[in-house]
C-alpha cells in the first residue's frame, strides 16, 4: 500500500443504530482513485484524540476510514467525562453499537471514491466489538481485534441486557478473516484467554492469525499512555496494514489532487 502525504480529514454525520443521526470522524487519501475503507470501533474511553488520530493514519497509508462516535447520543462534553458515563452506566448496549458500526460501513461504501471493500478494526472494547461485528454483521471483509477483553465470559454473571451473549460462542458465524493482535502481559485479556479464543478459531477451522507480543499490555498502540511500547506497536501497526492489503484489495493510486 502506497502513503499518500496528502488527507482530509473532518467530521461528518452519519446514521447509525435505528436511524439516529450521530457524529463520526472521516479521513481520506486524497487523489483520484478508488479506496478500501475501515471503520474504527473506538476503545471505552471514548471518541478522544488518540482514535482520530488513528483514523487519519489509516488515511494517511491510502484507506478511507470512519470512526462513529458510539456515545453522541450522551452529549457533547468532553471525551473523558462522557467515558466516564458511559462506564459508570455500564457501557453501551451490544446491538446499538452493531447497528452503529454497520450505519459507519454503510456510510464508506457509499462514497463515491469506494472500492467496495471495507474492513474494521477495533481497541480495547472496541476489539470485542470488532470480534461480534465479524460474527454479527454481513458485509465486513476483515476484522482486527485489538486486545479485546470479555470476548470469553468466565462469570455468567457479567452477561446482562447490554451484553446478553459472549463473543466467543458466536464464533461458528465468524464470516471474514480476523487479526488479533495482543501483549502478552495485558490482564483483559489475559494471555489464557488469548490462547482460549484462538483454540475455538482453530478447532471451528476459521482463518485467522494472532500476534502477542512480549513485554506489552493494554492498549500498547496508544501514543497517549504510559503502556505504548514503541518496538511492539511499530510491529503490530506493519501486521494490521499487511493484513488490510491482502484482504481488502487496495489498488488506488493517487494521481490529482480533486
Partial sequence: MSHYRGLQGEPVMFRGHNGDQGEAYYARPIGSGKY?????????PGWDEWIIEVVRKFAHHGYAAISPH??????SDSPDDIGARVRAAGGVADAQIMGDVAGAMAYLRAQHNANGKVGAIGFCSGGR???LAACTL???????DCWGGNVIVDNPKDLNDKRPVAP??????LSCPLLGIFGNDDVNPTADQVNRTEAVLKRLGKNYEFHRYNGAGHAFFNTSRDAYRPEQALDGWKKVFAFFERRL???ATPIAAE
Avoid: N
Fill in 36 to 44: 478500501p475503507g475501515v471503520v474504527v470501533i473506538h476503545h471505552l
Fill in 70 to 75: 458510539l456515545y453522541f447520543r450522551e452529549g
Fill in 129 to 131: 466489538h470488532c470480534y
Fill in 138 to 144: 454481513s458485509g465486513i471483509d476483515a476484522a482486527v
Fill in 168 to 173: 466467543i460462542d458466536l464464533t461458528e458465524k
Fill in 249 to 251: 484489495a487496495a489498488s
